[in-house]
């Protein structure tokens, strides 16, 4: 990296500007997510809400004056690579292309704690639960659930809780959603931190963790 590129400095009104434009974009996605995890049926109506929001509000257009306001202050002599700082270090990004949805993700080998932090989204899919988790540490999870049969949420979408746990006497109740036959499966369930009141339910085969 050249050395002018080595810190670079932005006026307010530029940091505001850009800060505004993220936090309209990442509010109302966490507002759309927050929305739809309550209805873990709607899975194509949450992804046509989020790809119309995309749309109708600009959202690429808001993205790329946050690309434009930060890139103009880096010197863009290239290097012997004929490249410039910006490009050498995007240059192992991959980009979406039609036979590459870039949604397939490789899970860590290592195991994944589930400890303290809140619950952000649920989303329902075919043979899977998905929640969308952030712990202490401010990292991202998602948590897969294989094969679920039923679930239950209390108001769970932003609670605070204790963490992931399994019970062995856990009976999930009749207003539970049920997804799938009973077949061999685990409970598992949240806790609210505070209250130690069960928010989260859901019987399934198993569960894997990967940070996203």
């Not at 590129?5 to 309209?24: H, M, P, W």
């Not at 202490?136 to 999870?141: A, R, S, T, Y």
């Not at 999930?172 to 009973?182: E, G, V």
Request: charged share 30%.
């Amino acid at each position: 990296m050249l050395e002018q590129n080595q810190k670079i400095v932005l006026t307010g009104k530029e940091a505001l500007d850009v800060l505004k434009e993220i936090e309209y974009i990442l509010i109302s996605l966490h507002k759309m997510g927050s929305f739809y995890a309550e209805k873990p049926g709607a899975l194509e109506e949450y992804r046509k809400a989020t790809t119309d929001f995309i749309d109708d509000c600009a959202v690429t257009q808001r993205l790329s004056k946050v690309r434009t306001i930060i890139s103009q202050h880096f010197d863009d002599s290239l290097g012997d690579d004929e490249l410039d700082d910006i490009e050498r270090h995007f240059s192992d990004l991959k980009f979406w292309k039609p036979d590459q949805p870039l949604n397939g993700k490789t899970p860590e080998t290592k195991a994944l704690e589930v400890s303290k932090g809140t619950i952000q989204q649920v989303t329902c899919k075919h043979n899977e639960l998905l929640v969308v988790f952030t712990n202490q540490q401010d990292e991202f999870l998602l948590i897969t659930f294989h094969n679920p049969i039923a679930f239950k949420s209390n108001s769970a979408i932003g609670v605070e809780t204790d963490g992931l746990f399994k019970e062995e006497h856990l009976t999930l109740s009749q207003d539970a959603k049920c997804i799938t036959p009973l077949q061999n499966t685990e409970s598992y369930c949240f806790k609210a931190a505070i209250s130690k009141e069960i928010i989260f339910t859901v019987t399934a085969d198993r569960y894997s963790v990967e940070k996203i």
